[in-house]
């Protein structure tokens, strides 16, 4: 693990000499000077074009480690992962046996980073252009969407080898489980449906229409239903487990690409990204609507939440990442800026409120990058 500090030229002041011979030191100096910068300037170029966070940061007084800049995030680790300088995408993280599954989409496999050791553990390949992933720990699985194939893999998180595979539409992406009815819901982008699949026998029971691409996929605990976003509808969907059938689909007025989704069960409130107009919606699951709508990054998509300190991450496509902390039923950005080229997905530990972004290409190679909070470590 690489610690990025940014180094500083150390500043040294010279004397002027009354004589005739005056310039000689001012010569010298000028020459050392020279001789110095041009090397450490090399070394701040590389040091930027390697890792955007060198360029965009500043540093603490007392430990000089890194702080991202506008955002309340204190860089910890760049750890290399796997696979080449391609696409990455979704996460899942089981915080009980601290696993975090990654899908590595342009290499074909899915990374098993162990979050205690901070080492990947190993991958899971032959899942051609895999999309989403989600750790069902009481099943002990993990399941990922492969759009390759049209496939939703199943995984066994003990063996990490693949138990079976399902056919789940045409191009699969987010996935969710309803526990209580103990099916599987695959997003179904073009099919513009979503894809149920019963986990004990691994059969696909049916499909249920949307009426429009489905975005992601997830499900909310205390009603016991599932909610996915539709693309071009610009809606929210609700379907109930039992019947298979939407019962719901509410407007999302101001979200142009509605697409990610994170449902906060407790607080009762869902996150939208729209990632065509660069906002997010909140949406009261109580009352069924949008209640407010925030700015973010360009091409928002992928959310995390951080439920121990109530704070919501919205990574983007444009690099941007937007922070909020939820107050009651509202949200307050508390930070906003760039943080790395193609940092669209992120995930948190809430044990620890580690956060973790995985880059395609940090100086030639893909890497996990680790930050935590800034300004709630010390209070």
């Given at each position: 693990m690489n610690r990025v500090v940014q180094s500083v030229p150390e500043r040294r002041e010279g004397s002027l000499i009354s004589s005739s011979r005056w310039f000689l030191p001012f010569i010298g100096a000028a020459l050392f000077v020279l001789a110095c910068s041009a090397p450490q300037g090399q070394r701040q170029s590389n040091a930027a074009s390697a890792s955007p966070l060198s360029s965009e940061s500043r540093t603490n007084d007392d430990n000089a480690v890194p702080l991202v800049a506008n955002l309340p995030l204190r860089f910890l680790s760049d750890v290399p992962l796997t696979?080449?300088?391609?696409?990455?995408?979704?996460?899942?993280l089981d915080s009980d046996a601290g696993r975090l599954y990654i899908a590595h989409l342009g290499s074909d496999l899915m990374t098993v980073?162990?979050?205690?050791?901070?080492?990947?553990?190993?991958?899971?390949?032959d899942l051609k252009r895999v999309h989403g992933v989600l750790a069902v720990p009481e099943l002990h699985r993990v399941y990922a969407s492969a759009t390759g194939t049209n496939e939703l893999a199943v995984i066994d998180d003990q063996t990490l080898q693949i138990v079976t595979r399902v056919p789940a539409g045409d191009y699969p992406d987010g996935v969710a489980y309803a526990s209580k009815a103990n099916k599987i819901y695959v997003s179904d982008l073009h099919g513009k449906t979503d894809t149920v699949i019963d986990v004990k026998t691994n059969q696909r029971l049916t499909t249920i229409s949307l009426g429009g691409g489905a975005g992601n996929t997830q499900y909310d605990s205390v009603s016991e239903r599932i909610f996915v976003t539709v693309h071009g509808q610009n809606e929210l969907a609700e379907i109930d487990p039992n019947k298979d059938q939407v019962i719901?689909?509410?407007?999302l007025p101001g979200c142009s690409g509605s697409h990610g989704l994170y449902i906060d069960a407790e607080h009762?409130?869902?996150?939208?990204?729209?990632?065509?107009?660069?906002?997010?919606?909140i949406f009261d699951l109580e009352a069924k609507k949008m209640t407010a709508i925030q700015s973010v990054g360009a091409d928002p998509d992928v959310l995390a939440f951080d439920k121990g300190f109530g704070r919501l991450y919205?990574?983007?496509?444009?690099g941007i990442i937007s922070i909020f902390d939820?107050?009651?039923r509202n949200l307050?950005?508390?930070?906003?800026g760039f943080f790395a080229a193609n940092a669209h997905t992120v995930a948190v530990d809430h044990r620890t409120h580690r956060v973790y972004f995985p880059l395609q290409n940090v100086g030639g190679k893909p890497v996990l990058r680790i930050a935590t909070p800034s300004d709630k470590e010390r209070k």
């Open positions: 696979g080449g300088t391609t696409r990455l995408d979704y996460q899942t980073f162990d979050v205690h050791n901070q080492t990947v553990v190993g991958d899971v390949k719901g689909r509410y407007p009762r409130l869902a996150f939208v990204a729209c990632e065509e107009n660069a906002k997010l919606a919205v990574s983007a496509e444009s939820e107050h009651g307050e950005k508390v930070g906003e």
